[in-house]
């Protein structure tokens, strides 16, 4: 026994962090459980666990009291009686500092406040302020400090008690050296009913916490750096846990949030600088990469010039081609910014070197407009060695694209998930292209990677990325971003309308189709909806077709149809052979239509900000004038507001993208798929992010790499967290 203490007290001078819960006075093996249901087995990860909000319970000045406030107060216990009318109710009379009578008045849990409440008795209440014949408080919130009673459960303000044989040890309330629940800023934590059912609310909480910290007085590493400390006049790690819990004042409370969001940051930013520092470790095979023809040919044939930021962008990538280490690059672009033409004059100079490449969309039609749309840049160039592999085709047709990839034949490779497949071999893959690569999963991604020896890496993403986000996200991907599109094109003009407005918006659109443009109307719903009041798409197709517009071609697209239906359909409306298309989402991405000029979005309240602005791309690809129209009913929601409303004012999707940001969070803002948010415990991509910029810097300038390796920290920071890591 002597051993096993000896070894205890050994773990919390070297680091009680690591200790597990159950050393807490009080947390036995059934509460150990329910805190193991939430990620809470060590010490570490319970003070890692902060409040979701706090209350100011300091105490209230007892010559200012007024009724309907909010006040805390120190009472003593006078009397307390049973008072009987329509409720029975206990009336405990009390009396302040200053001799003010106050009564406080139960109406459950009576038996149990009347034996807690004993004439002496002296307690921390916090409550609204009533007058009834007196100043009284209903229920309030308390803490006693001094009891006239030795109890063997514990007080709760609740009324209830555990029975004694499912009771764990359980510290007196009146032995704690200062007040935790009352009298003070108090925080208050996340709970569940299992959490409550073990007496975890924010109560109990705060409990274990304050015991929790005294346990680990003075035993609390510092883990940053002192330069660091010093320099960024940070306080102490344990200060910081113990304000961030128990704060003296608000001051306090904000100095310790932002020492715990710093050191949060900085090593997180930490482990981005060691990965690049690892992936410069690595060689590519295929280095230097000479120019290209075909990709000369390709710039001298285009009717048009590379903007700016196009020539930028592939003078970075040809720099980091011709170094050893595999280039790993984010390529992010505004809708019709001409991503895909850089990331095809890229390809070419791998495929001139007869080195293969993998370009993968996360839809059919998507991958299906990349090949189309390279191959009009090909032209009539001899180029044979290009492929689309995607899911539903014949075995035999898939079978003998997969012989020519895998013996080299193939040099380019256009898919969509099917190229993720087992059976797919590839001879000599040197270059990954994921575009929407938020759409992919973390492993998806590894293994397309895997199918090359240390391919490089060239992700894509039309949907604008904040740079909060970049910096945490893609921390360790190089950057590039294409923000001007082509010369000629003409803003799209963005109108909110609703539902008394809609036989105008017909009356233009067939004004626009008359004149020889197209037109695009998108529904957010295939079929009919028990869970929301949306018009199906088909039904709205029926209805258009044949009342609206019968003079005109009216075609349908939806994510249910045959892949050839759709093609059909997409083919038809290329050619303007089909005047209006009647669509879901499915157009949201990769559909090129330049002539199309007018967009209608049904039940525009109902999408978010990243959703509206990709399908408004879909027009003002041409140069002539455009139009994207918002439909609304008359009541639409404040959020729905802000978002219709930023749609109207912005037509950069960058500026959109904070706005989303500051809206729905990092993870809806890049989709449920993303499994690579990082799990921060207590830092703000929304709110932090000139700290993000500063323990990037520090980390660069300042930081270990070995700390990586400490035990704490290497539960909280893993290279698990990063999206792309060699």
Not at 395 to 418: A, M, P, Q
Not at 636 to 652: G, H
Not at 673 to 690: E, Y
Not at 698 to 706: E, H, K, Q, S, Y
Request: net charge neutral; aromatic share 8%; glycine share 6%.
């Amino acid at each position: 026994m002597k051993n096993s203490v000896s070894k205890t007290e050994n773990t919390i001078q070297n680091n009680g962090l690591l200790l597990p819960v159950t050393v807490i006075k009080g947390v036995g093996p059934s509460k150990a459980a329910a805190l193991a249901s939430i990620g809470i087995d060590t010490l570490q990860d319970l003070l890692n666990f902060f409040p979701r909000r706090y209350l100011d319970r300091n105490l209230t000045d007892n010559v200012l009291l007024k009724t309907g406030e909010t006040v805390t107060l120190i009472v003593e216990v006078i009397d307390a009686y049973l008072a009987h009318g329509k409720k029975s109710r206990l009336v405990v009379g009390t009396k302040t500092r200053n001799n003010e009578r106050i009564s406080i008045v139960f109406f459950r849990g009576v038996n149990f406040f009347q034996k807690i409440f004993q004439p002496g008795t002296t307690l921390v209440a916090t409550g609204k302020l009533e007058y009834f014949r007196g100043f009284q408080l209903i229920h309030p919130d308390y803490e006693i400090l001094t009891s006239a009673i030795k109890t063997t459960y514990p007080i709760s303000s609740t009324g209830s008690k555990k029975k004694k044989q499912e009771q764990e040890p359980e510290e007196e309330l009146s032995e704690l050296p200062e007040m935790i629940h009352a009298g003070r800023i108090i925080p208050l934590y996340p709970s569940s009913e299992v959490l409550k059912s073990e007496g975890l609310d924010s109560r109990g909480f705060r409990k274990i916490l304050y015991s929790a910290l005294e346990k680990l007085k003075g035993k609390i590493p510092e883990i940053l750096p002192n330069e660091i400390v010093k320099r960024r006049g940070l306080i102490l790690r344990e200060e910081s846990y113990r304000e961030i819990h128990f704060p003296t004042d608000e001051n306090s409370l904000d100095t310790a949030k932002y020492r715990l969001k710093y050191e949060e940051l900085f090593y997180f930013n930490l482990l981005i600088e060691h990965k690049k520092k690892e992936r410069e470790k690595i060689k590519r095979v295929f280095w230097p990469l000479p120019e290209s023809e075909t990709a000369n040919k390709v710039r001298k044939n285009l009717p048009f010039q590379l903007t700016e930021d196009q020539n930028s962008a592939l003078q970075k990538i040809k720099e980091l081609t011709n170094k050893e280490q595999p280039i790993a690059v984010l390529l992010q672009g505004d809708v019709g910014s001409g991503k895909t033409l850089v990331a095809l004059l890229t390809a070419l100079r791998y495929i001139d070197n007869q080195i293969q490449v993998c370009m993968v969309a996360p839809t059919e039609i998507l991958a299906r407009q990349h090949y189309q749309t390279i191959l009009s840049f090909l032209g009539n160039m001899p180029f044979l060695g290009i492929e689309l592999l995607v899911g539903k085709e014949p075995k035999k047709n898939r079978y003998e694209k997969l012989y020519r990839i895998k013996k080299g034949d193939t040099l380019f490779v256009i898919g969509t998930h099917s190229v993720f497949q087992e059976d797919v071999y590839f001879s000599e893959l040197g270059l990954v292209i994921i575009d929407e690569q938020h759409k992919f999963g973390v492993d998806q991604r590894e293994t397309l990677r895997s199918k090359g020896k240390n391919p490089d890496i060239l992700a894509m993403t039309a949907t604008p990325i904040p740079r909060t986000l970049c910096l945490t996200l893609y921390g360790d991907l190089d950057l590039l971003t294409i923000k001007s599109k082509p010369k000629g094109r003409m803003p799209i003009q963005t109108k909110w309308f609703q539902e008394d407005r809609r036989e105008g918006i017909y009356k233009s659109i067939r004004k626009y189709v008359s004149s020889g443009r197209q037109c695009y109307i998108v529904y957010p719903l295939v079929e009919e909806s028990e869970k929301v009041d949306l018009k199906s798409c088909i039904e709205a197709y029926e209805y258009l077709k044949h009342e609206i517009f019968p003079d005109f071609e009216v075609g349908l697209v939806h994510g249910k149809m045959e892949v050839e239906e759709k093609d059909r359909v997409m083919r038809e409306f290329s050619k303007n052979r089909i005047q209006i298309l009647v669509s879901t989402t499915v157009i949201e991405v990769g559909i090129d239509v330049p002539n199309s000029t007018v967009m209608v979005i049904e039940h525009a309240d109902r999408f978010g900000i990243s959703q509206l602005h990709q399908l408004r791309g879909r027009v003002g690809r041409g140069d002539q004038e455009s139009f994207c129209i918002l439909m609304t009913d008359s009541k639409v929601t404040e959020d729905a507001k802000v978002r219709l409303e930023a749609m109207v004012n912005f037509s950069d999707g960058f500026a959109l993208s904070e706005i989303d940001l500051q809206l729905r969070g990092p993870g809806e803002l890049m989709g449920v798929r993303q499994s690579g948010l990082p799990d921060f415990k207590i830092a703000d991509l929304r709110k932090d992010s000139n700290l993000i910029e500063l323990t990037r810097e520090d980390a660069t300038l300042f930081g270990n790499p070995g700390d990586l390796e400490k035990e704490e920290i290497r539960g909280r920071f893993s290279e698990g967290r990063l999206l792309f890591s060699n």
